[in-house]
């Protein structure tokens, strides 16, 4: 299984969709150039289309010109780079599992998902891989709006301050070993709770390099961005 | 007698221009001397290139013969029927003499129609056929598009077998049936197909990153650095053109290279250990032991690369590699 703690090293650096910030998102490009940007790995999102696993974000009308995952996983192959594969098709667990094993990645490789079925089925079919839980979903768009809207700010305080006790039951309904959170909904408690449990802690999306010390403090074991450029010293 | 004589030759030659009725020729022909009537109807059961004619008077198996004879070819093209009728391309039978010839035969006979082929006329028309069905082989291309490389596909032509066709067509006519005839075409390949292309390198020179695709696929991405302003990259569409393990390095006519030596092969040479030159004259991708200048507009107009890197990329193009210079 893939170590995803950081112990006493800095926290890993992750690409989000490749390095969707400086080439088209979930693309070979960018994620060839999270790995050139030295990330240690590389999040992208698996959709199911028929028989076809293919790598974007929202689901696909046609795999046309979409990258799939096995080509995606072909590409990092020979990297060495860690893979973050976050599946967002239902009832794929079968196929992306037998797809890791065909490129002998299940070792280097976190599955994560909003849905905890999915990962259920995943410690079924491949108890080896390891299961991150995303939380929280973001079905409303809620991260993605300006900081200041009152009402995102309350449910993202309120988050905040409850996770810390609800984060074990969380993690363990869904056999997950690791916690993918929103950065915002994330302190010191929960980071803590989530190392007594054993399972390291990813952040999720961080562009700005100015939150970068913090995170460091707290102690998250990784940090997904866009911009892997944030990351230079 | 001696007018008698001319008077026939003068019947006999308006029977011909007229195409007078065999029985009128017939009795014309007997001169007078003898009395045999001709018979007026073809014997039972006589057919002529399978047309029945037996018990037909003249006009009759005359009209059959021809009717049968002038019946179209079918020629079949995937999703068309060509019809021919045989005058189109200069087919002409000899009706006349063979219903005359019926005329004579005992019942029973099977007689066969003799055909006059064109050889002129039906190759214009297959000619014709040709130019609208055969098809040329398409190459693929390769295309920057969104600054990806782009290979469209190749398509096989196609070029119509006339002289199959003409078999078909005169076998047909030969023996006055007409099935369907299939024409058939020979494929053209194209020279030039989607599996032909090798790497293609796209380097972007304002974000100074080198792309390295497998035909369509992309493969690899390595920061560079490119022209500095005064001496920017060119942009455009270019190919590799030498490869040159640790090269030496010759100070090129330009004002900033005034009075530097040439610098041999080793550790401090500013073209690394590879060189891959471009069709761009005096431009080139290169390792350099200015590894702090990678990801900026630093050089003099040539691509350089960490030499771990430019190593690796020497072994995966060769001479003739399409590098596409754009300027995001």
């Given amino acids: 299984m893939i170590e995803l703690a950081r112990h006493d090293g800095r926290p890993l650096r992750i690409g989000h969709r490749g390095a969707a910030a400086l080439a088209p998102e979930n693309s070979l490009e960018a994620i060839g150039l999270a790995v050139e940007l030295g990330c240690d790995l590389v999040e992208f999102d698996v959709h199911a289309l028929g028989e ?3 790598v974007a974000h929202d689901r696909p009308v046609s795999p046309d010109g979409l990258p799939t995952l096995d080509e995606v996983l072909e590409l990092l192959g020979p990297t060495g780079v860690g893979v973050h594969l976050d599946l967002k098709a239902q009832r794929a667990e079968q196929p992306v599992t037998g797809a890791l094993r065909r490129h002998g990645l299940v070792e280097r490789t976190i599955v994560s998902s909003f849905r905890r079925p999915t990962l259920s089925a995943l410690h079924q079919v491949e108890p080896a891989v390891r299961l991150g839980r995303t939380y929280p979903q973001d079905r409303t768009g809620l991260t993605k709006r300006p900081l200041f809207q009152p009402p995102a700010r309350a449910i993202v305080r309120v988050l905040r301050q409850a996770l810390p006790r609800y984060i074990g039951s969380l993690l363990a309904r869904s056999k997950a070993t690791t916690a993918v959170l929103y950065w915002e909904v994330v302190g010191e408690e929960v980071v803590a709770r989530c190392h007594a449990l054993g399972a390291p802690v990813l952040v999720w999306t961080v562009d700005d390099a100015a939150l970068l010390p913090w995170l460091d403090e707290i102690g998250v074991d990784g940090v997904i961005t866009n911009d892997p450029r944030i990351f230079r010293d | 007698m001696k007018r008698v004589g001319l008077l026939i030759l003068f019947v006999l030659g308006l029977a011909a221009a007229g195409g007078l009725s065999a029985g009128v020729v017939a009795a014309t022909t007997t001169t007078g001397t003898t009395t045999t009537t001709a018979p007026a109807t073809i014997a039972s059961g006589v057919t002529i290139s399978g047309v029945a004619v037996g018990d037909l008077t003249y006009d009759e198996a005359f009209t059959a013969v021809t009717e049968s004879f002038a019946r179209p070819v079918t020629l079949v093209v995937p999703r068309h029927r060509l019809v021919v009728e045989p005058a189109k391309i200069g087919a002409m039978a000899y009706v006349r003499a063979s219903v005359n010839r019926a005329l004579t035969v005992p019942a029973g006979t099977a007689l066969k129609l003799r055909v006059i082929l064109n050889r002129k006329g039906t190759q214009r028309y297959l000619d014709a056929v040709a130019k609208r069905f055969d098809r040329e082989a398409v190459d693929s291309e390769l295309l920057l598009r969104n600054q990806r490389p782009v290979i469209t596909k190749e398509q096989t032509g196609r070029t119509l077998r006339q002289l199959r066709a003409m078999n078909g067509i005169f076998t047909a006519l030969v023996t006055n049936t007409r099935p369907e005839v299939a024409l058939q075409f020979s494929e053209l390949k194209p020279s030039v197909t989607r599996g032909s ?32 302003s005064a001496y920017p990259t060119p942009l455009g569409s270019w190919h590799v053109v030498v490869k040159w393990r640790n090269p030496w390095w010759y100070p090129p006519n330009a004002p900033w290279a005034k009075g ?26 290169h390792g350099t032991p200015d590894d702090t200048s990678i990801g900026y507009s630093a050089s003099h107009g040539c691509i350089r690369m960490h030499i771990p890197d430019a190593e690796w990329l020497f072994n995966h193009v060769a001479v003739g590699t399409q590098v596409f210079i754009v300027s995001a």
């Fill in chain 2, 197 to 228: 292309f090798g790497p293609v390198i796209v380097i972007r020179r304002g974000s100074n990153r080198l792309y390295l695709y497998k035909g369509m696929r992309f493969q690899r991405v390595f920061g560079v650095a490119t022209g500095q």
């Fill in chain 2, 260 to 285: 530097e030596k040439p610098v041999p092969p080793g550790p401090g040479n500013p073209l690394g250990t590879r060189w891959m030159g471009l069709s761009a004259s005096g431009v080139g991708i």
């Fill in chain 1, 52 to 54: 076809a696993l293919v």
